[in-house]
């Protein structure tokens, strides 16, 4: 079970740092390489194991350790008989030994006592939810993968009776039209082909735009790497980011080809080609079943034409730099996700030697922790000076075991056993079940249910009163611990930080600021005048000897104003929720004000200016209200972020760019325009994807640059079309972010043209 958490944890993790090496690196790598990216997660997907990597810290260490799913067992299709009825032969198949031990004589079947002791319980066998679980993943997993595999054998099976030969002498691979085909495509694992359809028969730019674009599939061995994907889909069924792995991936092995493609083509077939796959999209839906597909289509719906699109024209050229920075970093998230720590904790199994006292003497804490029965639970570990030697004391008590109770049956004596854990030095743990088995106490080892074997380490003394008041005592122990550190976590959670000398010292610093030590003021989406700059800096001159003490719990900030002090060295305001109270990180120090024109201030630098809405026509600004009322629809459809009752509210509109049609005297315009949302909540939503509120606590999802295009004639809306974009789409940022043949009006011309 540890070893499938871990491989949830560590799996994660490198998807994690996959994504976020696409989104800070993204246009500055080529496409091959981001999709080279996958290779080392999909290593990741298939590899349970780790690698030893002692003294360094890994994501392994991020797994929690599964005690809660290993200390209970289930019983399956379980039946309960008294002990009178097992007394009186009236359970089937069960008997009592010589020492009053149930037993069982149906070698199917298993017998333990109920918690009591006062029933035995007959069933078909014993689970553990550990067991359960990794059940129900083995099963999930093979029913995956036979959804997979039927799904790729009957798309095969499709694919043979309906293709037709089709000979071309410059194609290393044969090649098939097939009737009612949805994309062309490549396919097959051992003996791959491709796949067109009756469109594509005669020679045509299109055809071999296609036939480049599979035989760059086939020679990035595609074909095996999307079989390796559905296997890797198979065994993390359970984890939503592998779907999105896969997903992604896809998306980024089409956008790789894309390149290829080109390259073998010839950059002079660049946009020939970006046409090519406008009108194979226009003739094809993405479909759910395409996630779980071996076969690498070139077009897959809508969703991903657009990123498509964009790359063919912006041309982006990789850099160096970035590239080393990819490599670099996705080396050491490789190390972290693959290496494992030698030093983990783990059951200690030990001989009837002096190693037990050794560990008592060397402990760094202990937790007793009751039999399952029992209603008591102790979740903090004996660890103050005082407690811990009290603990070490009564534990030393204990003696070295007769050899004789080596090999004695203690299958049934754990099921009513408390368990004591050590925490060594290397902070390894040490865990041992204290069971009764003839009248005495013993300590056991492995702490743990249906091990192979069991071996007693050491007794207590039957000396009357011995085993009771040390189990008592080091209950009181584990419970006078608990309510010390409640004591100390009430305390801390009601208190706060008063104001110190050194804080003094930082707001006289502030106190004495002038202007002409700031070399500029900046932060926020808006770029706002000298005007307000001066009155930031003024005003907290004036309120920075309102010193208050540290708020506990901190504050959250919504709102940030950095000052730059030298070429290494800014300040930063920061506003959040509750009014007139401002943070400023100075160094590494954060000292708190009662600053209320300094808290409007800076709301005002984050509000949108008077001037952001410039665009006054009727039908653009209809237009503008469908399009935030599918805003609206898209932030309510994701699952991280809460129902939107009020309509998205337009912050800022603006015409970018404008151009004549001469053909029938309509115009193409581009608008940039940004959008709100009033929440009554802030508290519960996604901050993810770059989020924001606004000085009018508006909530943007995300702060990418968002343009609504359109086509308009006689004073109305005849065509439009939305994008967002890393940069404005005006004729200035187009030309320094693109080296594309298109120009911006093409390019317009172009995205329109994918919306009907």
Known sequence: MNTLLQWFVTSSVLILAVLALRRLLGGRISPRVKYALWGVVLLRLLVPFQIPMPNLPTAADLTPEPTSLTQTTIPILPSSYSMEEVEAGQAPNLYLNDQGQVHTANSTRTVKPSADGQRAVFSLVWLSPAQLLLGVWGAGAVILA????????????????????????????????????????????????????????????TRAHVLAHELTHYCQKDHIWSALRCLALALHWYNPLVWLAVALSKRDGELSCDAGAVKALGDEERI?????????VAQRSLRPEDLLSCSTSMVEGKGSIQERIAQLVKHPKAKKTAL??????????????????????????????????????????????????????????????????????????????????LDADWTEPIFSAATISLVNPDNSMSRYYLCNLDGRDYLVTPAQLNAEKYTPVAVFSQDAGVVESALAALAALAQQQSERNAAVSSEDASSSTPVTAHMVDQ?????????????????????????LANSILTTLKEEAN?????????????????????????????????????????????IYFQAPKLYDL????????????????????????????????????????????????????????TFDNQTDGSTVNIYGYDFGFALDDLSNISWTGDAWVDGQMLYHPDSTYHHLITVEQNGKVAQYVTTTNDFPLDPESYASHTQSQLSLGEYAALLLGLKG
Not at 187 to 205: A, E, H, K, M, W
Request: with cysteine; hydrophobic share 40%.
């Open 146 to 205: 036979l959804v997979l595999l039927g799904s790729n054998l009957r798309f095969y099976a499709k694919l043979r009776r309906r293709r037709t030969s089709l000979d071309l002498d410059d194609c290393p691979l044969p090649v098939y039209t097939v009737e009612s085909l949805p994309s062309p495509c490549l396919f097959g694992l051992f003996r791959p082909c491709i796949y067109l359809t009756p469109q594509l028969t005669l020679d045509s730019p």
């Open 272 to 280: 020939p080609y970006g046409r090519t796959l406008v009108s194979l």
């Open 324 to 405: 080393a920075a990819a490599v670099v970093l996705l080396a050491l998230a490789a190390v972290f996700t693959f290496g494992g720590s030698q030093n983990q904790p783990e059951d200690v199994s030990q001989d009837g030697d002096a190693s037990y006292w050794d560990q008592v003497q060397s402990a760094q804490s202990i937790q007793y922790s009751p039999p399952l029965y029992s209603s008591a639970a102790f979740p903090d570990a004996i660890a103050d000076a005082d407690l811990l030697e009290e603990a070490k004391t009564l534990l030393s008590q204990a003696k070295a075991p007769d050899s004789s109770m």
């Open 507 to 531: 707001a006289q610093r502030l106190q004495n600021l002038e202007p002409d030590q700031i070399q500029s003021v900046y932060g926020g989406p808006y770029q706002k005048d000298s005007d």
């Open 546 to 590: 309102n010193l208050i003490p540290t708020p506990e719990p901190h504050l959250y900030s919504l709102w940030e104003v950095y000052l730059q002090v030298d070429e290494e060295n800014f300040w930063e305001l920061s506003a959040g929720t509750v009014p007139s109270i401002v943070a400023v990180r100075i160094d590494q120090d954060t």
């Open 602 to 657: 800076i709301r005002q630098w984050w509000t949108p200016p008077e001037n952001a809405i410039t665009v006054t026509t009727p039908a653009v600004l209809q237009t503008m209200d469908q399009v935030l009322s599918e805003e609206k629809v898209t932030l309510q459809s994701s699952s991280d972020n809460p129902t939107v009752d009020s309509p998205a509210q337009l912050t800022a509109l603006q015409r970018l760019a």
